[in-house]
């Protein structure tokens, strides 16, 4: 385990080292990297790189925060290329199928299929979240007045669940 890490550590000085060298030697890499439009793509390349490092090494554990750094790089970038800012008062709500994916990932990897149903349905309540807290916060878009229907959806499926785990 221990040269695991090793190697996921150097993999990793290597490929951050790589970039900033890049970055000093070329100026279209600096402006990219610097540009006022493209500040949260390094956000989602470290994202990558866990990931990468992660299937390398075969270190399933690191897709979880993989996916959580990935994705809050995505909300960041969709939210700096369109100028909606003001999503961030729902798009929060993305965080635990972020936690999710990087579970269902990660599960995946292990033969785990416990933490891969478990991530299964953290994305899916996360996105009845997001959908909910959207309908209600400015993303009117995502399922208007019926947002109510979301939280009953999420009821009937907490009581199924309970009468499902006493019967076995």
């Known amino acids: 385990m221990r040269t695991r890490a090793n190697i996921g550590a150097a993999l990793a000085l290597i490929a951050i080292g790589a970039w900033f060298l890049a970055i000093e030697l070329s100026p279209a890499v600096k402006a990219f990297a610097y540009g006022a439009d493209t500040w949260p793509l390094p956000i989602i390349g470290i994202g990558a790189l866990l990931a990468v490092l992660g299937l390398l090494t075969w270190t399933p554990g690191l897709l979880v925060p993989a996916c959580i750094v990935g994705g809050i790089g995505g909300m960041l970038y969709y939210q700096n290329t369109t100028g909606e800012w003001e999503t961030w008062a ?5 965080i635990p199928a972020f936690i999710g994916l990087g ?14 149903a478990s991530g299964a349905w953290m994305i899916l ?11 209600f916060l400015g993303g009117s878009a995502l399922i208007g007045q019926y947002w109510p229907l979301l939280l009953i959806f999420a009821g009937l499926i907490v ?3 309970g009468l499902f785990r006493r019967r076995q």
């Open 90 to 94: 729902y798009s929060w709500a993305l």
């Open 103 to 116: 579970m269902l990932l990660a599960g995946a990897m292990e033969r785990n299929r416990g933490l891969a």
């Open 159 to 161: 009581l199924l669940q």
């Open 125 to 135: 309540w996360s996105l009845v979240m997001f959908a909910v807290f959207g309908s």
